[in-house]
Structure formats: C-alpha cells, structure tokens
C-alpha cells in the first residue's frame, strides 16, 4: 500500500511563501506522476500542478502559475510544492497525489491520495 503524508502547511501573510512536502511510502517512487491539489471550505477539490516521473516537466493551473513551483527528489521520495505571493484565496487545504498513468496535461487521474495539510492565508 502506497502512503503519501503531506507536511508544511501553516498560517502566513499575504506575499508571503511555505514549501509544503509529501513524502510518499513506495518502492517506485519514480514510476508515478506526483500532483497537488486544494480544496477550499465550500467549494471542489481542484488540480494545483503536476510533474513527471523524471522531473523535467512540470503542469501548473493557471490560477497558481508563476507563483508556485512543484518539484521531486525521487532518492528521497519526496515531492515539493513551493508556494510564493501567497493570496487569501489561496487558502485550502492541499492534498498532493500519485498516479501510475502518464500526464501531459489533461485531466490527471490519482491512483493515491494524501490526508491533507491546511494552508491558511491571512490579509
């Protein structure tokens, strides 16, 4: 069983940045396709970014694009998102994700999930 545990949410100002990890328990790490997603109080859970299985592409929302950045250490097992100019909405709780299958920017299919961390942005 695949486990993926996100860490490094928190309170920040407005502008301000957090680096949120997610530590995934596989062998394979290098075989997934890792994402993040949020979800809002009250609203869907929706697609963040994504990256590939080497690391050299990365798939942003648009909402998030040129402020966040997503990247991975698979000798680590880890996947990053750094979060910077940070907004009220963005505030969520942020799920990171792994998939087996490809994605080159369509819809991405998660074949496991993470609990969530909260990320909270004041103004």
């Known amino acids: 069983q695949v486990q993926l545990v996100e860490s490094g949410g928190g309170l920040v100002q407005a502008g301000g940045s957090l680096r949120l990890s997610c530590a995934v328990s596989?062998?394979?790490?290098?075989?997934?396709?890792m994402a993040w997603f949020r979800q809002a109080p009250g609203k869907e859970r929706e697609f963040v970014g994504a990256i590939d299985r080497t690391g050299d592409r990365t798939y942003y929302a648009d909402s998030v694009k040129g402020r966040f950045t997503i990247s991975r250490d698979n000798a680590k097992n880890t996947v990053y998102l750094q979060m910077n100019s940070l907004k009220p909405e963005d505030t969520a709780v942020y799920y990171c994700?792994?998939?087996?299958?490809?994605?080159?920017?369509?819809?991405?299919?998660?074949?496991?999930w993470g609990q969530g961390t909260q990320v909270t942005v004041s103004s």
């Open positions: 994700a792994a998939s087996f299958r490809d994605y080159s920017g369509s819809y991405y299919v998660a074949n496991y």
């Open positions: 596989a062998r394979t790490f290098s075989r997934y396709t």
